[in-house]
């Protein structure tokens, strides 16, 4: 008879093996230098896969707060191109790593950059299954 695994089990077995690779690859979360291994901690941190689907709707979705902002509506529908923000009209380079390979390369800034952002349009901190959602859309994006 074949068992199968259970949704905890899974989550469980993606968290291991997400630490395994930083291990094996001598980082540890707070040193995580690359956009794959920065969502290998995030997932890690969730216990389950990031979901390109879920992350690109979080990017796209309107949560109704003050400003009624997206994530898209500072860094675009197409983030493999520049954005603008919508209240200092500055200039934001794109925001997927294969456009932009200085992205997600800095975990400190990084969890700054989720942290701030995250305050502004969703009106709390990201959880790390919301990160590892994002960047997981955001990796499959070429420019």
Known sequence: MK??????????????????????????????????ELLAVYEAQAKAP?????????????????LGFSCSSCHGAEPVKNGRDQVTEKLIRPLAPAANPQRFTDKTKVDTWFRLNCTDVVGRDCKPGEKADVMSWLLTLKP
């Open 50 to 66: 990031g979901s390109p689907e879920r992350g690109q709707k979080l990017f796209t979705q309107n949560f109704g707060r003050e």
């Open 3 to 36: 068992r199968h695994l259970h949704c905890g089990s899974r989550r469980s077995l993606v968290a291991v093996l997400a630490l395994a690779v930083l291990a094996n690859l001598g980082l540890s979360a707070a040193q995580a230098a690359t956009p794959a």
